[in-house]
Each structure stands twice: as structure tokens, then as C-alpha cells.
């Protein structure tokens, strides 16, 4: 069975920062795109962050660019997000994402396997 399990959510102030991961078991992911995206309350889920297998290439929504890093560890099987100078409205229930498929869009819905996700709350 194929688990994405996300860690490292909580409460934050405006201005601060916080780290989410998510460890995947029962296959490798070190040859797929693995993503973030976030649901914030009464909306739609959205893109966040993809990186490439190699993590040599990153792509980021105009919301958090410049403020969250998205980084890898194949080794251990990891994503992570790194976000810094969070914001009220980044206030919402963060997911990863692994594996694309050939005709899937890096920023959409396409991705074949999703964790429960974590809450992240920035209180303002």
C-alpha cells in the first residue's frame, strides 16, 4: 500500500515560519514529480509547489514564490516545504502529491497519489 503521510503543521504568527514534510512508504518516488498544494476553507485546492526528480528544478504559485521552498530527499523517500514570512491567507490544509503521469499538468489535480494532508494556521 501506497502512503503519503504529511507532518509539521501548526499555529504560526504573521511573519513567522514553518516546516511540513511527507514521508512516502510502500514504493520509491525518486524518479516522479512530488508536489504541495493547499485547500484553504470554502475554496478550491490549489497548486503550491512541484520539484523534479532530481530536485534540480522547482516551480512555485505567484502566492508563495520567494517566501516557500520546496526541497527533496530521495534517500529517505521526503518532500518537504519550507515557508517563511507566512501570511494569514496561506492559512489552510496542506497535501503532497507524487507521481505525475505523462499527460498530467505540473500544477493541476493529475497527480496519482495524495497524503491526508496537515493543517497550517497563521494567525495575524
Known amino acids: 500500500q501506497v502512503l503519503l503521510v504529511e507532518s509539521g503543521g501548526g499555529l504560526v504568527q504573521a511573519g513567522g515560519s514553518l516546516s511540513v514534510s511527507c514521508a512516502a512508504s510502500?514504493?520509491?518516488?525518486?524518479?516522479?514529480?512530488m508536489g504541495w498544494f493547499r485547500r484553504a476553507p470554502g475554496n478550491e485546492r490549489e497548486f503550491v509547489a512541484a520539484?523534479?526528480?532530481?530536485?534540480?528544478?522547482?516551480v512555485y504559485s505567484d502566492s508563495v514564490k520567494g517566501r516557500f521552498t520546496i526541497s527533496r530527499d530521495n534517500a529517505k523517500n521526503t518532500v518537504s516545504l519550507q515557508m517563511n514570512s507566512l501570511k494569514p491567507e496561506d492559512t489552510a490544509v496542506y497535501y503532497c502529491a507524487a507521481e505525475l503521469p505523462p499527460y498530467g499538468s505540473l500544477t493541476s489535480d493529475d497527480y496519482t497519489y495524495w497524503g491526508q494532508g496537515t493543517q497550517v494556521t497563521v494567525s495575524s
Open positions: 520539484i523534479s526528480w532530481r530536485g534540480d528544478s522547482t
Open positions: 510502500g514504493r520509491t518516488f525518486s524518479r516522479d514529480v
